[in-house]
């Protein structure tokens, strides 16, 4: 089950395969990043959320937070 608080504030990555784990609303985030996987070719790609970056461009609030 996905912690959103944990996922928010960047303690992990959501793999592409378990997308559908992450709430709608991820996906209208500006928040919401995708990042190859360098690793494991098994998964193409993984998401995660820049929202806790202390250098963010935007400080628009996410709408999981709304």
Do not use: N, Q
């Amino acid at each position: 089950m996905l912690d959103l608080g944990e996922f928010r504030a960047g303690g992990y990555t959501v793999p592409s395969s378990s997308g559908d784990e992450l709430p709608e609303c991820c996906f209208s985030c500006v928040y919401l990043l995708t990042d190859e996987a360098s690793v494991c070719l098994c998964e193409s790609f993984y998401y995660f959320c820049a929202y806790s970056w202390p250098d963010k461009l935007t400080h628009t609030i996410p709408p999981c937070l709304t």
